[in-house]
């Protein structure tokens, strides 16, 4: 009821002109929301698009930076085996699959750990597997199972054993693909150091 | 004379389906209609040419872009808009106040108020629509005791608080109230039948 009363007040006629004026910028500020809506939107989009980009790059390179540093640890950690006053080099000419390959090891006996480099050894069969065995007063230890797909070089770090007394030298065997407890395979070499 | 254009409900329910369709023209028509009691509503609490235009253009703006949210179920368009030009005017009305309260610029206005000044503008009925609704509401407020007319009056068209007016008119808060009171349910019971109307 009380909103009739702004009809008791007088009219007034408006200046012809302000009709226009009126209707003009009441339409105008229509549009305006909607076009400063479509804008927002678009800065919307793109700023998440950004964000999203930005947050896709960094899981990128947060996740390159962790490689990198992982591959410059081990890098180190080889570096670090080779120029040890203790390490010996021994280079170790193998056949596999009618192939010319070698074994290079790294033996540290300061850390009691070995460098072992693996080149041109044929690939394995899909059942099969080369595995690497110390060889210690009191017997054959394995030292690692590397099952072969290609003939990519290989290099692993392997922690000497600390039960079975002396290492006194290495053998690498052809075995099941799981490994094997002790060598049953052909031998790809065996050699005391 | 030619009698002033009246609104059916069905022409008026017409005329807000365009307008919430978008339809610029009858934003046109609209403004036919209703600028000249916008204006003088605003005119009448702002005794501002200038602000009343203001006013009348901030109204048409808010209309045209709010016309979804008017609820034709909660009451007609008309007092619809003119609760949004009294409530526009009554802000220009408070700025104003907060600038004049210690101008000397106060004291020519309340006697601009006391001479109750009308503007020369008063346009002829038949060149205005809604000259029976102007009429019986005008009928419907003269129609109330003096006191009762004076609270409704510095309530509506000054926007004062309860409060405000018993203290500008020295009565107590609940004589004011109750004089508020008693003067709405007159004005409802007199102005009833407005709602089949737009204007």
Not at chain 1, 20 to 27: D, E, P
Not at chain 1, 71 to 89: E, F, H, K, N, W
Not at chain 2, 127 to 156: C, D, I, K, M
């Amino acid at each position: 009821m009380s909103d009739w009363l702004g009809m008791s007040a007088k009219p007034m006629m408006p200046r012809p002109a302000l009709k226009t004026q009126v209707l003009a910028r009441a339409l105008a500020a229509r549009r305006l929301p909607r076009w400063g809506l479509a804008a927002a939107a678009g800065l919307a989009l793109a700023v998440a698009a950004g964000a999203v980009w930005a947050g896709l790059t960094a899981r990128r390179l947060t996740t390159e930076v962790a490689r990198l540093e992982d591959a410059v640890r081990r890098y180190q950690d080889t570096l670090s085996l080779i120029r040890s006053p203790g390490s010996r080099v021994i280079h170790i000419p193998v056949t596999t699959g009618g192939r010319v390959g070698a074994i290079t090891i790294f033996a540290d006996d300061v850390s009691h750990r070995w460098l072992v480099a693996c080149r041109n050894l044929a690939p394995n069969r899909p059942d099969q597997a080369y595995q690497l065995w110390f060889i210690t007063e009191t017997g054959m230890k394995s030292a690692a199972v590397m099952p072969m797909d290609s003939d990519h070089p290989m290099v692993m770090a392997l922690e000497m054993p600390k039960d079975g007394g002396h290492v006194m030298g290495a053998a690498m065997s052809i075995e099941a693909r799981g490994g094997s407890a002790e060598p049953k395979g052909p031998m790809v070499f065996h050699m005391h150091l | 004379m030619t009698q002033p254009k009246r609104l059916s409900q069905e022409e008026e329910r017409s005329l807000i389906r365009r307008l919430k369709g978008r339809e610029e023209r009858a934003l046109g028509e609209l403004y036919d209609l209703l600028a000249p009691w916008v204006l003088g509503l605003a005119y009448r609490i702002l005794e501002d040419e200038g602000e009343a235009e203001e006013v009348l253009s901030d109204v048409f703006v808010q209309v045209w872009a709010h016309i979804g949210q008017h609820d034709a179920g909660r009451g007609p368009l008309v007092p619809w808009i003119l609760s949004i030009a009294r409530n526009r005017a009554l802000d220009a009305l408070r700025r104003r106040r907060r600038w004049w309260r210690k101008a000397e610029r106060w004291q020519w206005a309340r006697a601009a108020e006391e001479l109750d000044i009308v503007p020369e503008a008063a346009p002829h009925e038949a060149s205005v629509p809604g000259w029976p609704v102007h009429r019986e509401v005008q009928a419907a407020l003269a129609a109330l005791p003096e006191e009762q007319r004076r609270v409704v009056v510095l309530a509506y068209f000054e926007g004062l608080t309860h409060s405000e007016i018993a203290r500008r008119l020295d009565q107590p808060l609940g004589t004011v109230k109750t004089r508020l009171r008693i003067a709405h349910a007159k004005l409802a019971e007199a102005l009833k039948h407005l709602k089949d109307w737009m204007i």
